[in-house]
């Protein structure tokens, strides 16, 4: 590895990869931007990147983005690098190197000579395109919610549907402007999503073997808790629409006091999107999603597992 | 004062489809100037805000049947609106008429009101006539088209190298997306080929680089700067060598400025004006069917250089 111009490596480690389709990445991290400023913290390590962005300590999102999605992956360290860069910048910046035709690898490299993140792409018209992005120090550590919300335990309440009808259905459950409470039931199998605000909705999905609806149900208990509907929201509201349209599954799990987990699936095609194409046709990997929402505690009439 | 002059299919196809949209990006109202020999869209000549954009066509491009007469050497100019302008043309030409006809009248919309200036289309079709006044302001007095003119005369200049742009809709989609990220443009010229777009902030620094483009004018040749430098040193090197200029833009109006791909131009150049003046982009059109430049029509934008990252 020819590593000109950048810091010596000591504590810090290095990355040096290339990426074939920047779009996936954009994809990936603009479904967790539900603000115009934010801050994502980027850990580096063998397994690939993850990015993590924390709302009000009860809303986290954590996007993985595996070294296999990658052309090449090299890196080195003897600790994981961690640190701060601004999402929207990122994406932005990213976005700026998704104008370019052609099927060339963008570079992403860490860390520069001022601990910076790297991008360089030359597209097929030998135009070169160059960033960097001033990195911060992290100032904590985020919440592990997996752990928190042990969703490893034998049997969590959960479920699968299309993407898109959980983000209909929330996208319906604004109209009450009240906390949403999702009710996962053995007996019907079924989950409710109820808000009871200045009017009252609820959205009912019945399992049925044989619907198109669930891609997946397990609940032995009835499980019921309330979250705020911003934090809800935000799961969901910023997927791209091509992304939706892709048909894969979010699968929701309640785990240990009520804390929620969604989990999206973004296709990341080898190569930039060819529409003459289909995607079994080329070779399409998945970037993971996921969000942790907090139950909402400010509500005394939030109920719980019955 | 008159004026009357019959729209070809052309002509109409020129300003509704391609020039009318393209400049009403820039601003919502615009001077035209017409001579003798020439009909002239200018926008923002007079002063030194916002982007200049000036659209010369010859008569013969747009008009058959032209007629003008004024008592200040045959020019009228005067304000209008785009979008009505844009409106009734293309009205007008779903009228299908036989004949579209275009002339400065003088109506009032009511008996007690004073006259006002309209530019009228009339479209007479075998069966019927479809009016249109699309209101204007009172024709510039002697002073103030001489001004006009003035402005114009000065405008001529061209920077001495300009470079070739290959894919303004590449261009475009860039600049876009450089927008979100910053506010001030670093726009770099030299005269072996490269053209640099850069955006700095405190937190991002984002460039792009296009090299081996087609030099008009001063070229030189690109061994004259160490090829193993990284971008943004050779740019240095260059400027240092008088072989480079580098001028800071508006990046909102240097996007507004590119929207002149709805003209549909056949080629495309950026060029920095002598003593760092003004960025000029320059189009050139070809006559239909053919790879040949049809000097009859002509669109440049100059865009207010940035001091320091301040107008």
Redesign the interface.
């Known amino acids: 590895m020819n590593w000109d111009n950048d810091s010596d490596s000591g504590e810090v480690g290095r990355l040096r990869c290339l990426l074939d389709n920047v779009q996936g990445l954009v994809d990936a991290l603009t479904s967790v931007r539900w603000k115009k400023q934010q801050d994502a913290l980027c850990e580096i390590s063998e397994h690939g990147l993850v990015f993590t962005v924390e709302e009000w300590s009860c809303l986290q999102a954590r996007v993985y983005f595996r070294k296999e999605l990658f052309r090449t992956y090299e890196y080195e360290a003897r600790a994981r690098p961690l640190f701060g860069v601004s999402l929207n910048l990122l994406v932005d910046c990213l976005n700026t190197f998704t104008s370019s035709s052609g099927s060339t690898a963008l570079e992403l490299r860490y860390p520069g000579f001022d601990m910076q993140l790297m991008l360089k792409l030359i597209d097929a018209n030998n135009i070169c395109h160059n960033a960097e992005i001033r990195t911060l120090v992290p100032s904590s550590v985020p919440r592990d919610f997996s752990v928190d919300g042990n969703f490893d335990s034998v049997s969590p309440a959960c479920f699968a549907v299309k993407s898109s009808s959980l983000k209909e259905a929330i996208d319906d459950l604004e109209w009450p402007g009240s906390s949403i409470s999702i009710k996962i039931c053995p007996d019907p199998q079924q989950v409710i999503f109820k808000g009871e605000g200045h009017g009252d909705l609820q959205i009912v999905f019945p399992y049925s073997v044989h619907a198109d609806l669930f891609i997946a149900f397990q609940c032995d208990r009835e499980v019921s808790y309330k979250y705020k509907y911003k934090h809800l929201r935000a799961t969901t509201a910023n997927i791209p629409s091509s992304i939706l349209k892709d048909n894969r599954g979010s699968k929701l799990t309640i785990g240990r006091g009520g804390i929620l987990k969604v989990q999206h699936l973004i296709s990341v095609r080898q190569s930039p999107m060819d529409h003459n194409h289909s995607y079994q046709t080329q070779g399409v990997r998945v970037s993971y999603i996921e969000f942790f929402v907090m139950p909402d505690e400010d509500d005394p009439d939030s109920p719980r597992v019955s | 004062m008159k004026f009357r002059a019959v729209l070809t299919d052309y002509g109409v196809n020129l300003l509704e489809r391609r020039f009318l949209p393209a400049l009403e990006k820039i601003g919502k109202t615009c001077h035209i100037l017409l001579t003798p020999h020439y009909v002239i869209l200018l926008h923002n000549v007079l002063n030194t805000v916002g982007v200049q954009a000036i659209a010369q066509f010859t008569k013969e491009a747009i008009f058959d049947d032209y007629r003008i007469s004024s008592q200040y050497d045959d020019r009228i100019a005067f304000t209008v609106d785009l979008a009505l302008l844009s409106r009734a043309l293309k009205s007008s030409v779903s009228m299908d008429g036989d004949l579209l006809q275009i002339k400065l009248v003088k109506k009032r919309a009511k008996i007690t009101d004073t006259p006002t200036p309209y530019l009228t289309i009339e479209s007479k079709g075998f069966r019927s006539a479809v009016v249109q006044d699309v209101p204007i302001t009172q024709p510039m007095p002697r002073r103030e088209v001489e001004e006009l003119q003035a402005a114009l005369d000065m405008a001529q200049d061209l920077p001495r190298t300009l470079v070739q742009v290959?894919?303004l809709l590449?261009l475009t989609?860039?600049v876009e997306?450089?927008k979100?990220?910053g506010e001030v443009l670093e726009v770099g010229v030299t005269q072996y080929g490269d053209l640099h777009l850069h955006v700095s902030t405190?937190?991002?620094?984002?460039?792009?680089?296009?090299?081996?483009l087609r030099v008009l004018g001063v070229r030189a040749d690109s061994t004259s700067v160490d090829a193993t430098l990284n971008?943004s040193e050779r740019l240095r090197e260059a400027r240092d060598k008088g072989l480079a200029s580098v001028v800071k833009v508006d990046v909102k109006q240097f996007v507004k400025s590119l929207q002149c791909h709805h003209t549909k131009p056949d080629a495309s150049f950026c060029g920095i004006a002598p003593n760092d003046g003004c960025l000029l982009m320059m189009f050139q059109y070809f006559i239909p069917g053919t790879r040949q430049t049809d000097n009859s029509i002509s669109l440049h934008y100059r865009l207010p250089v940035l001091l320091d990252g301040i107008t």
């Open positions: 290959p894919n590449q989609s860039l997306r450089l979100n990220v405190t937190l991002v620094s984002i460039g792009s680089e296009f090299r081996s971008s």
